[in-house]
């Protein structure tokens, strides 16, 4: 899953909205997510935020994260019609008996659910893959007043995550080619057996971490100096179409949900 | 394959990601006591070729050998009982209290205990040079000192081949001496010694042959006097022959490749005498 999240560079409509609007978009396509509850609206929005992937040229890592959550979906759904007790029993999970009841409501809930699920969880899929973490942090600072300090702890920390595994696996290699194993350890003594990974890594992530704030320092991190930036996110007229289309859907959620009788 | 060979590569390629080859086709034989340096460009894949020899790696098709054995389906904790290998930054590895823990933390993994894993870990601290330093909490030693314990923690091992990436980087002359110094011993009592460097002078002192690699194959393997002699080998593999080499070459006073200033001098001298027989026979 990680890799399914990270950004993934194109050059696409999608790409270039402001980040501020995809935060919105997101949002937005979760609270139409959560108002629709007929199946085939719900599929309906399913396919029009695969197709926006589709769209932003990122189809074939979506794939790859669509599989995962198919199987959360499925699993999801499976809990639903188990611990849906309401409705007429449309068959018995263990035959022949009347234990386990699946109704034919429990069924439309669970899919229903698993729908929703894989709507918010692939909109934020693609937010995340085409939003660079640098952009939405910015917006955030720039637009929301998020202070500075903790978007630019949020971003090094994002920013050092490959950085540790890359280290972790260096480390590990080092000790594994002085004969260490840690496959074939009983759980209790596993804490131990990961010291000579954990502790070169503390010592070398210290390190690193003073080298960091010596290199912000020497560059006038924290000068008081109002800063400015490089990017000035407008909002152009795709993010407003945009808006108003999310807008529009979900008044038309609205309307669907409670105005015409399911 | 003969007793001889220590380490046999067959047509090894290696692709990190599907389609990106990191190497290309390699073949290779490494005999038994030979001192070798791999040298190249950063990312021409001398490490990529190194981390095959202990099966941190396994070849994507190909074949690696040491000591007649296929490294496909071994461990790497097995393989470092036949190759030992150290790493670039010491601090990658210590997390021991004491010097003399981190040194026996390898003979350990083998299973040695009592008096053989004593033997072992004082044996390989003699040879660094660290014998008063066992009760020393290690990250209160200089980088160099480090590097040293590092190798030691390798030597414990006894393994016959020993792969050292980049042993003297970050360290200062008088250290990468003594660590190149110790490693030559080592080689002097027969072990097989591969270490990769960017510096030709480490070569020169002290690699028997070496091979050059660029972007992913061996495109020389001779030794260094030979190779520091080819302009397009130096070249396309982004090398810088040492000073005294060049020099000799365009002073025109020596048919041979210097390799270093002793050669120099002698070969200047033997020039000066030359000459000077030639204005007494004229």
């Known amino acids: ?72 979906a499925v699993i999801l759904f499976l809990i639903q019609i188990v611990f849906y007790r309401w409705g007429q029993t449309a068959f018995y999970l263990i035959p022949g008996t009347n234990l386990l009841p699946v109704t034919y409501e429990g069924l439309a809930f669970g899919a229903v659910i698993a729908l929703r699920m894989m709507i918010i969880l692939t909109s934020f899929i693609i937010f995340l893959s085409t939003t660079h973490t640098r952009d939405m942090v910015m917006v955030l600072v720039e637009k929301v007043r998020v202070p500075y300090d903790y978007a630019f702890m949020f971003v090094t920390a994002l920013r050092f995550i490959p950085t540790f595994l890359a280290e972790v696996k260096t480390i590990q290699e080092a000790q594994k080619a002085r004969g260490y194993k840690l496959e074939g350890v009983s759980p209790l003594r596993k804490l131990k057996a990961y010291l000579p990974i954990a502790l070169p890594l503390v010592l070398i992530s210290l390190a690193k971490g003073e080298n960091l704030a010596l290199a912000m320092e020497t560059r006038a991190y924290g000068a008081g100096v109002p ?18 289309f999310f807008l529009v859907g979900i008044v038309l959620s609205i309307y669907l949900r409670f105005a015409v009788a399911t | 394959m003969d007793v001889m060979t220590s380490v046999q590569v067959e047509n090894l390629t290696y692709a990190y990601e599907k389609g990106s080859y990191a190497l290309k086709d390699i073949n290779l034989k490494i005999c038994k006591g030979e001192m070798i340096a791999f040298t190249g460009k950063n990312g021409s894949g001398k490490t990529t070729l190194a981390k095959h020899l202990n099966g941190l790696l396994k070849p994507t098709s190909g074949r690696v050998f040491i000591n007649g054995l296929d490294t496909t389906g071994k461990t790497v904790s097995f393989l470092a009982q036949q190759v030992g290998y150290v790493f670039q930054n010491p601090d990658h590895q210590i997390f021991n209290d004491t010097v003399y823990e981190e040194v026996a933390f390898g003979p350990k993994n083998q299973g040695l205990t009592g008096k053989d894993l004593e033997q072992r870990v004082l044996n390989a601290l003699q040879v660094v040079g660290l014998e008063t330093y066992g009760s020393t909490y290690p990250y209160k030693l200089s980088k160099g000192q480090r590097q040293r314990v590092a190798l030691a923690s390798v030597l414990a091992m006894d393994s016959d081949i020993l792969v050292l990436d980049e042993p003297t980087t970050g360290l200062d002359y008088k250290e990468s001496q003594q660590v190149m110094e110790l490693v030559a011993g080592l080689h002097q009592k027969g072990r097989t010694i591969i270490f990769i460097t960017h510096d030709m002078n480490l070569v020169a002192r002290y690699a028997e042959r070496m091979i050059v690699m660029a972007n992913g194959e061996v495109i020389a393997d001779g030794r260094p006097r030979d190779i520091f002699a080819q302009p397009k080998t130096i070249k396309s593999g982004s090398l810088k022959v ?7 070459e365009r002073g025109g006073f020596t048919s041979r490749t210097v390799l270093d200033e002793e050669e120099f001098i002698h070969d200047i001298y033997q020039y000066k005498r030359r000459m000077s027989l030639n204005v007494l026979c004229s």
């Open chain 1, 1 to 72: 899953m990680s890799s399914a999240v990270e950004y993934i560079p194109r050059d696409t409509l999608v790409h270039r909205l402001n980040p501020l609007t995809k935060i919105i978009g997101s949002l937005a396509l979760l609270t139409i997510s959560i108002i629709l509850d007929s199946l085939l609206y719900l599929g309906g929005v399913l396919v029009l935020v695969l197709a926006c992937g589709v769209f932003a040229k990122i189809s074939a890592q979506l794939l790859k994260a669509f599989k995962v959550l198919l199987i959360f």
């Open chain 1, 227 to 244: 800063r400015t930036y490089l990017k000035d996110w407008t909002i152009a007229a795709r993010d407003v179409l945009s808006l108003l």
């Open chain 2, 242 to 248: 040492p000073v005294v080499t060049l020099l000799a």
